[in-house]
């Protein structure tokens, strides 16, 4: 670990450095993860300038609670399930002071190519059919939205996915079964094929 460039290090060698003081470290991480953690605070609350907020601060969270991080758990899931705290933080925040939203009620915000042409370890999801499965998950309760939010764009397991939103990975895997089930049902009605999303 001694003399190599951070780029090449693991996230677990940067969280040690980052625990013994290397700020650079740290910066490395954030730098490593910032696209894919704006792109999901982006589509879960669906306001850019909102989700630029969440993100910077679920990064100082991080970077302050570093040493909160389980030895051995990954530092991806974790540094997503601050980001999705500090969502529901606000959709709370939100709805105690009269405004018209709940968390249920988030929609996701419109999905840009670069967004949609993530790879993941379930395939790619591209184009039109990105599109429009954005589309149909904004009629989906916020958690199964949040669960195939971060296995078909992110590519996080069930077991990283319940580390991230903090609920067993069976359920976890029954809300992506349910939210596929119901998009499969919109996709079918509108006559287009749902072979992409198996």
């Known amino acids: 670990m001694k003399g190599e460039p951070l780029e090449l290090l693991t996230?677990?060698?940067?969280?040690?450095?980052?625990?013994?003081?290397?700020?650079d470290a740290f910066n490395r991480l954030a730098s490593r993860w910032e696209g894919s953690l704006y792109r999901f605070v982006r589509r879960t609350i669906g306001n850019s300038e909102?989700?630029?907020?969440?993100?910077?601060?679920?990064?100082?969270?991080?970077?302050?609670?570093?040493?909160?991080?389980?030895?051995?758990?990954?530092?991806?899931?974790?540094?997503?399930?601050?980001?999705?705290?500090?969502?529901?933080?606000?959709?709370?925040?939100?709805?105690?002071k009269g405004d018209s939203f709940s968390i249920d009620d988030a929609k996701p915000a419109e999905l840009s190519n670069?967004?949609?042409?993530?790879?993941?370890?379930?395939g790619a999801i591209t184009g039109d059919i990105g599109e429009l499965l954005g589309s149909f998950?904004?009629?989906?309760?916020?958690?199964?939205?949040?669960?195939?939010?971060l296995r078909e764009y992110h590519g996080f397991n069930s077991e990283e996915i319940s580390e991230i939103t903090g609920v067993?990975?069976?359920?976890?895997?029954?809300?992506?079964?349910?939210?596929?089930?119901?998009v499969r049902k919109k996709m079918s009605q509108r006559g287009l094929s749902v072979s992409d999303f198996q």
């Open 11 to 23: 996230d677990e060698q940067l969280v040690s450095l980052t625990r013994s003081g290397n700020q």
């Open 50 to 96: 909102d989700a630029r907020d969440v993100c910077q601060e679920a990064l100082i969270k991080a970077y302050q609670n570093v040493d909160r991080l389980r030895e051995g758990a990954k530092f991806k899931p974790w540094l997503h399930h601050i980001a999705l705290n500090i969502c529901r933080d606000r959709f709370r925040s939100a709805k105690t």
């Open 114 to 122: 670069e967004g949609i042409q993530e790879s993941t370890e379930h």
């Open 137 to 149: 998950l904004d009629t989906l309760p916020m958690e199964q939205k949040t669960c195939l939010l």
């Open 168 to 182: 067993p990975p069976g359920t976890v895997r029954t809300r992506i079964f349910y939210g596929l089930k119901a």
